[in-house]
């Protein structure tokens, strides 16, 4: 199906639809873009590419507008096993509301509080968004939304728009609205991110940035080749949106990226246990009140925040991981990674990416995979 300008399925209002399921279109055309908004509502099994005229190229509805108009808060919102390529704009992009007045958002009032809920977004693969232009961000996940599941997807070769590289993110969100009464409640698993974006000054494409959330789990993530840092924590506006609490950050791969994990805008100690940081500019920085951090592999470099005594520094990079040049982050036999983790099962998982049970050895290993001996 194409269209012309400018989109070709589901509606071009802000009314919203409920039990609307769409599945199995190829959409192209320059124009051709899905916008739609509902509850009890699934977009599945599309191949949307090469649209260029306007973005984002997967977009939901508002919640609510810039003059505090609700138009409506939707719930059980589905998109799953879709393949985005080429597009303008974002790749997926749920939007809700902004938690800062300046960039449009309802701030006060009663509609400025929570929206959009129970979200799953599973096994898309998103490649090349924002190549025709604007902020290539693969997933963006607008401010209010809640227990949202985001899930088995590819995000690889985003785009930033313009020159400053503002944009081209992999999975980014805004979080808690200052009215917000609902936990984020957000788990971010499974996911491979890479070949991101671009860098240009103080600008540069992220892997996973963790905006304003209060309750996350990010874990069994492998993010590589990318410009940012893999696997960064902010908001939006420092002392005026919200800050970070309850973020915890478990058995990630983050391997050749500026900066391994960032932190900055926190109400309390970020927890992370797990992770194997490989070949990036810096391990873990930034200025959380504390940090809790131990039983990661941190190589060449440590952190330069406080970390356990469980954690492994290892100045050599080599023989961690299978074949990073062709994308593979299986522990090699003799990795320093396998049995040196420690036992997560009580925080909800007890699987690596693959679905392999955890442990496979005499302990947990760190990263997202567990060694198959």
Known sequence: MTGGCCISIGWDDDVQRDYITIRGFEVTGSGARIRWGGSYSVLENMWVHDVTSLGATVQFNDAVSGACQLLGIDHDITLRNNVI??????????????????????????NAGDNHYDILIENNTLTDTG??????????????LYNVTVRGNTVSFTHAGGTDCSGGDGIVTLGQMKLSTHDSNYLIENNVIHHLGCSNGSEASNGIVIGALHSAVIR????????????VAWTRTTDLTPNNQRIRIYNNTVYAAAGGLGFS??????????????????SIDGNPPSINSDYNLLSPGGSKLSEGSHSIVRSSTTGIVTNPGAGDFHLMLGSLAIDKGVDLSATGFATDRNGTQRPQGAAWDIGAYEFMP
Not at 131 to 144: C, E, S
Not at 220 to 231: M, R
Not at 265 to 282: E, I, S, T
């Open 85 to 110: 390529q080429r597009g303008i704009g974002e790749g997926i992009y749920i939007a809700g509301n902004y938690n800062n007045a300046s960039d449009g958002g309802c701030t006060t009032g009663p």
């Open 131 to 144: 190549l025709n232009g604007d902020q290539g961000d693969g997933i963006d996940l607008k401010a209010g």
């Open 265 to 282: 805008d926190f109400d309390d100690a970020p927890v992370l246990r797990n992770n194997l940081l490989v070949n990036n500019g810096v």
């Open 220 to 231: 069994n993530n492998i993010i590589y080749n990318i410009p940012g840092t893999g696997i």
